[in-house]
């Protein structure tokens, strides 16, 4: 599956493919679309007890890249609705952006893969 929207003037794509029962997404946008980070996601049982899924990261970044903020969010997200492991890897990048920028792109990707 492949997802594509404008947020906050970056356009932000993100692919999803099956690897067996797992999952890999790729996320790529903005000027200068790269690989800044690699994040896995692991489903568990939470430690609350209560019977939901919690879900444990590992995260690998580039030197000066700050690329897991989308991908954490993109792998923990997918991986706590679906119960599979995920791996989301990729970057955006766009010069002089705006905290304002960042703000909105973490807000809505989570909407993107819903819509």
């Known amino acids: 599956m492949k997802y594509s929207k404008t947020i906050a003037e970056i356009t932000i794509e993100i692919c999803e493919k099956a690897i067996g029962e797992d999952l890999v997404l790729t996320l790529s ?5 790269h690989i800044g980070c690699v994040v896995q996601a692991v489903p568990r049982p939470s430690l609350s ?3 939901t899924i ?3 990261s590992s995260v690998i970044n580039l030197t000066g890249h700050k690329d897991e903020f989308l991908c ?3 792998a923990e997200n997918r991986c706590r609705e679906t119960g599979k492991v995920v791996v989301c890897t990729g ?3 766009m ?3 705006t905290g304002e ?3 909105e792109l973490l807000k809505n990707i989570d909407r993107m ?3």
């Not at 946008?29 to 679309?33: D, I, R, S, T």
């Open 29 to 33: 946008g903005g000027e200068k679309p």
């Open 49 to 51: 007890g209560d019977g």
């Open 54 to 56: 919690s879900v444990t």
């Open 72 to 74: 954490r969010r993109l």
């Open 91 to 93: 970057g955006v990048h």
């Open 95 to 97: 010069d002089h952006i």
């Open 101 to 103: 920028q960042i703000e």
């Open 113 to 115: 893969m819903t819509e």
